[in-house]
């Protein structure tokens, strides 16, 4: 039986250490994990947890992600709770077990903490390794300070192991912004986390001798669709569980959680769009033009994927100009935030002026000054009522300004 | 989750017109209907198959010839039950008791291995009836000297 | 509990949990080591299968051909799939957490037993490193790989099991090649190095030998590899009646010697004695020759200006049992 961990009502905890206790809290019966910068200090705070006693599950240091994710597959399948947690190259190389992971329906936990994706190598934070998860069909949650993380990574078991659900969830959290700086965090005592989580329920356990079962079949054309249509199905329909999770916590703690985060958003004419820990700078960007007389806002997902799509075009419905800020590299076409964000709010008859922002690539910070500027260009588009910048600009990149359309 | 479950259904045809929405999640697949604790106790005609057991499929038709059985030749050694890919020879308490058709492939590996003179088992024309291979059957064969 | 199989017709009263109609062609070797592997051992037994012939012919929706619990994920990590189930079994009884019908087996002393099926490829070279890193960290499980030298389910493409001069879809032979180039990788003597307690190389012909050999393998603790000979029909393309001859043939000419590797070691793992032991001699150590000649895949060597390959295939063979023989002699 593992120790109890003597928490204070007040920690200080960087991003990875609040990911880590969330797990050790947890009670993960098998964590198979391989190191990755920034990540790595989550394996290293959980193996330390286990070298002092406070944990019960099995820890185990794979060669590789891809054996990481591998083994948190077989583990689920075998029907105990599995976690680990990853960043860039390593997610990359997962990535074709996360498919699996979905596809078999088994509600692993995946606490990524984001960095860009070589090449060039880089260590730093932006939402490549986010933006590549986000067709494999897991759940993807998204945080924007170390509490969050804490409070998310708690809050994706209880989601992913709901029998409606039944899905890996991912949880983020940005390189070294949040995963690296100390900050508050008010915890759960271990026996009120353990509670609030339950107990792992299997399903289709490998374990149980007497009810063989395969898991990890092939299906072809005859089907693979209803297999993936299935599978989409449960995706779309988890917001019920999420939900219900979100206000059990709050109930639990007071604190809340929605599927889109809103700032100031009620009057808002211009509005600013992100994910991760821009989110906390754009508030401030927010409260400073407010103080010159814009009425900024500031919207972000806390549920990447599935998708709000209603909540996000119900949220910006007002709204006049809005920026997407997209830290990834687009590809050859719209930073994938702007176009979901577009598409929800032309399916709901709005018309807002829409512009794409690429920032932040490879963990170049991001000012207040440069996110207040966003503002003053979405100020002139919703007085113009029509686009006056080009569609889509890199923000905080050297040499001759770089923009499309 | 779904109408009916997968595991509910014992037809197997019934299965192909599942829709999207009775599947289980996860695409995961049963070996029997009901739990069978120790299954190295039960013999295979025994056994509660799922319809998504390949045990209750055929795939006879793949072969184009069949082994053919000759209890009385047969000195029950147990080479073709051994060396059979497809667990289509039929033994019980160490006796041979015939050829499992549905699931034979007509690999002709049990025809192979049989030791006995003649053999207890010879391929035959799939359409050809047993009884009349039976009284086709070959005498023994002189070993050259 | 080891099961107690004194001869063919004893090992006859085994109820497979390998089920018919399965996809494998027929008189695919595959079927016939799962089957002598699967009834080696009266005890639960949970698989884990890399992509390729047998999972793709085992687990086609919406039939599964498995009596036992099975799982497949990918090519390249069947190793730690079975390593990963078998540390999920180990938490869940140190919790008491089994299944009740698991639990009753365990205080019956029939613990399960977790065995990953690959073939070459799953194993020599895309799950090799997944394998590796398996048998580094020492889990409970048995790792079978079911070699037939070549991508079978992929339509015939070299491994680097592939031994030299066969012809595959990518190391054809034609008029200025004799097919594969390379020898075979010593995968038995890799895995051993490994420090693996147990590692042995078995054929299905000689049932015997590998049922006796899994039975070693199932007592131990620790990673156990077995390298297991599995004539293709349709890749080295012998016609299917024959597979147990060409099985033989390959033991018979010493190509496909069976042979153990045993690390003991103390109660801390530490190696305190290597020994290996040939398990089968050949009466009459048959030329290579034949095991070629039975393969459709060789039949180019036999053409004069190829035949330099047949005598390069004897002197490895030749110099591969030599060495083992003085390998048993000195108990190393």
């Given at each position: 039986m593992a120790k109890k961990y003597e928490l204070n009502e007040l920690e200080v905890w960087d991003g990875n250490m609040a990911a880590a206790q969330a797990l050790r809290q947890a009670d993960v019966d098998v964590l198979a994990a391989y190191p990755i910068t920034p990540s790595t200090p989550i394996v290293q705070n959980y193996s330390k947890f286990l070298a002092d006693g406070y944990v019960d599950g099995d820890f185990i240091m794979?060669?590789?992600?891809?054996?990481?994710?591998?083994?948190?597959?077989?583990?689920?399948?075998?029907?105990?709770?599995?976690?680990?947690?990853?960043?860039?190259?390593?997610?990359?190389?997962?990535?074709?077990?996360?498919?699996?992971?979905?596809?078999?329906?088994?509600?692993?936990?995946?606490?990524?903490?984001?960095?860009?994706?070589?090449?060039?190598?880089?260590?730093?934070?932006?939402?490549?390794?986010?933006?590549?998860?986000?067709?494999?069909?897991?759940?993807?949650?998204?945080?924007?300070?170390?509490?969050?993380?804490?409070?998310?990574?708690?809050?994706?078991?209880?989601?992913?192991?709901?029998?409606?659900?039944?899905?890996?969830?991912?949880?983020?959290?940005?390189?070294?912004?949040?995963?690296?700086?100390?900050?508050?965090?008010?915890?759960?005592?271990?026996?009120?986390?353990?509670?609030?989580?339950?107990?792992?329920?299997?399903?289709?356990?490998?374990?149980?001798?007497?009810?063989?079962?395969?898991?990890?079949?092939?299906?072809?054309?005859?089907?693979?669709?209803?297999?993936?249509?299935?599978?989409?199905?449960?995706?779309?329909?988890?917001?019920?569980?999420?939900?219900?999770?979100?206000?059990?916590?709050?109930?639990?703690?007071?604190?809340?959680?929605d599927f889109v985060y809103k700032y100031k958003m009620d009057d808002a004419?211009?509005?600013?769009?992100?994910?991760?820990?821009?989110?906390?700078?754009?508030?401030?960007?927010?409260?400073?033009?407010?103080?010159?007389?814009?009425?900024?806002?500031?919207?972000?997902?806390?549920?990447?994927?599935p998708f709000p799509f209603n909540e996000v075009a119900e949220a910006l419905k007002d709204v006049k100009a809005v920026a997407t800020l997209d830290r990834s590299a687009p590809g050859g076409t719209f930073g994938a935030l702007y176009n979901e964000v577009s598409a929800a709010l032309l399916a709901h008859g709005k018309n807002p002026v829409m512009l794409n922002y690429i920032y932040g690539l490879g963990g170049r910070d991001t000012t207040i000054d440069m996110l207040k500027e966003v503002y003053k260009e979405l100020d002139e588009c919703a007085k113009a009522g029509e686009a006056k910048y080009p569609l889509q600009q890199f923000l905080g990149l050297r040499g001759p300004k770089l923009a499309f359309y | 989750m779904g109408k009916?479950?997968?595991?509910?259904?014992?037809?197997?045809?019934?299965?192909?017109?599942?829709?999207?929405?009775?599947?289980?999640?996860?695409?995961?697949?049963?070996?029997?209907?009901?739990?069978?604790?120790?299954?190295?106790?039960?013999?295979?005609?025994?056994?509660?198959?799922?319809?998504?057991?390949?045990?209750?499929?055929?795939?006879?038709?793949?072969?184009?010839?069949?082994?053919?059985?000759?209890?009385?030749?047969?000195?029950?050694?147990?080479?073709?039950?051994?060396?059979?890919?497809?667990?289509?020879?039929?033994?019980?308490?160490?006796?041979?008791?015939?050829?499992?058709?549905?699931?034979?492939?007509?690999?002709?590996?049990?025809?192979?291995v049989c030791p006995t003179n003649p053999k207890s088992l010879l391929m035959f024309p799939e359409h050809l009836d047993n009884n009349e291979a039976l009284k086709m059957w070959p005498k023994k064969e002189e070993k050259e000297k | 509990m080891v099961k107690k199989i004194k001869n063919l017709k004893e090992f006859s009263l085994s109820n497979d949990r390998f089920e018919g109609a399965n996809l494998m062609c027929p008189g695919c070797s595959h079927n016939i080591i799962v089957r002598e592997v699967l009834n080696a051992t009266n005890d639960p037994v949970i698989v884990a299968t890399a992509t390729g012939c047998l999972e793709v012919c085992t687990a086609v929706y919406p039939k599964t051909s498995w009596d036992v619990s099975w799982i497949h994920i990918g090519f390249e990590n069947a190793a730690v799939a079975a390593a990963t189930v078998s540390a999920a079994y180990e938490v869940m009884k140190r919790k008491?957490?089994?299944?009740?019908?698991?639990?009753?087996?365990?205080?019956?002393?029939?613990?399960?037993?977790?065995?990953?099926?690959?073939?070459?490829?799953?194993?020599?070279?895309?799950?090799?490193?997944?394998?590796?890193?398996?048998?580094?960290?020492?889990?409970?499980?048995?790792?079978?790989?079911?070699?037939?030298?070549?991508?079978?389910?992929?339509?015939?493409?070299?491994?680097?099991?592939?031994?030299?001069?066969?012809?595959?879809?990518?190391?054809?032979?034609?008029?200025?090649?004799?097919?594969?180039?390379?020898?075979?990788?010593?995968?038995?003597?890799?895995?051993?190095?490994?420090?693996?307690?147990?590692?042995?190389?078995?054929?299905?012909?000689?049932?015997?030998?590998?049922?006796?050999?899994?039975?070693?393998?199932?007592?131990?603790?620790?990673?156990?590899?077995?390298?297991?000979?599995?004539?293709?029909?349709?890749?080295?393309?012998?016609?299917?009646?024959?597979?147990?001859?060409?099985?033989?043939?390959?033991?018979?000419?010493?190509?496909?010697?069976?042979?153990?590797?045993?690390?003991?070691?103390?109660?801390?793992g530490i190696i305190y004695n290597t020994k290996l032991n040939i398990t089968y001699r050949p009466k009459n150590k048959i030329p290579v020759e034949e095991y070629l000649a039975a393969q459709p895949r060789f039949r180019h060597l036999f053409k004069p200006e190829n035949r330099h390959i047949i005598d390069l295939w004897q002197k490895a063979v030749d110099t591969k049992w030599e060495y083992l023989q003085k390998r048993e002699e000195a108990g190393v």
């Open positions: 794979v060669e590789s992600e891809h054996s990481a994710m591998s083994g948190c597959v077989a583990a689920s399948a075998a029907g105990v709770r599995a976690a680990t947690a990853t960043s860039s190259q390593g997610f990359a190389l997962m990535v074709e077990v996360l498919y699996q992971a979905s596809g078999m329906r088994l509600p692993i936990v995946l606490t990524v903490v984001n960095r860009a994706l070589a090449a060039p190598l880089n260590v730093n934070g932006d939402h490549s390794d986010m933006y590549l998860g986000r067709d494999s069909g897991w759940i993807q949650l998204c945080s924007y300070n170390p509490q969050e993380a804490y409070d998310l990574t708690l809050m994706a078991f209880k989601i992913g192991e709901d029998l409606n659900v039944r899905l890996p969830v991912m949880v983020h959290q940005d390189g070294f912004i949040c995963s690296h700086t100390a900050q508050n965090v008010y915890p759960l005592q271990d026996e009120e986390a353990a509670k609030f989580i339950g107990e792992f329920k299997p399903v289709n356990t490998m374990l149980d001798v007497a009810n063989p079962v395969t898991h990890g079949v092939q299906t072809e054309e005859d089907w693979h669709f209803e297999h993936k249509a299935r599978q989409h199905n449960d995706l779309m329909n988890s917001f019920s569980t999420i939900k219900k999770v979100f206000d059990e916590f709050k109930d639990l703690t007071g604190r809340e959680y004419d211009v509005a600013i769009f992100a994910l991760g820990t821009t989110v906390e700078s754009a508030r401030i960007a927010a409260d400073q033009m407010r103080e010159q007389g814009i009425k900024a806002g500031v919207i972000s997902l806390r549920v990447f994927r | 009916k479950s997968l595991k509910d259904i014992k037809d197997v045809n019934e299965i192909k017109e599942l829709g999207w929405d009775e599947l289980i999640p996860g695409a995961a697949l049963f070996s029997f209907t009901e739990p069978v604790e120790d299954v190295v106790e039960v013999p295979m005609d025994e056994r509660p198959y799922a319809p998504t057991n390949s045990h209750e499929w055929q795939v006879g038709d793949w072969r184009v010839e069949k082994p053919v059985y000759n209890r009385d030749l047969c000195i029950d050694c147990q080479f073709c039950w051994v060396f059979c890919p497809d667990m289509s020879i039929l033994s019980r308490d160490k006796k041979m008791i015939g050829v499992i058709y549905e699931h034979c492939k007509g690999c002709g590996i049990c025809v192979e | 008491g957490k089994l299944p009740p019908a698991t639990q009753k087996m365990v205080d019956e002393g029939r613990e399960p037993k977790i065995v990953a099926f690959a073939g070459d490829g799953g194993t020599y070279d895309i799950g090799f490193q997944s394998l590796s890193g398996a048998f580094e960290r020492g889990h409970n499980f048995m790792y079978v790989c079911l070699d037939n030298e070549v991508y079978a389910n992929t339509g015939g493409q070299r491994s680097s099991s592939t031994p030299i001069g066969a012809s595959t879809t990518t190391s054809p032979a034609g008029k200025v090649s004799y097919g594969e180039k390379m020898m075979k990788k010593s995968m038995v003597e890799i895995m051993a190095d490994h420090g693996a307690p147990y590692v042995a190389q078995v054929s299905p012909s000689k049932w015997k030998d590998l049922v006796k050999k899994v039975q070693k393998g199932f007592e131990v603790n620790g990673p156990v590899y077995i390298n297991a000979q599995s004539a293709c029909t349709t890749e080295w393309k012998h016609a299917p009646e024959d597979t147990i001859e060409v099985s033989d043939l390959g033991v018979d000419s010493c190509v496909w010697p069976l042979y153990e590797i045993i690390n003991e070691r103390d109660e801390h």
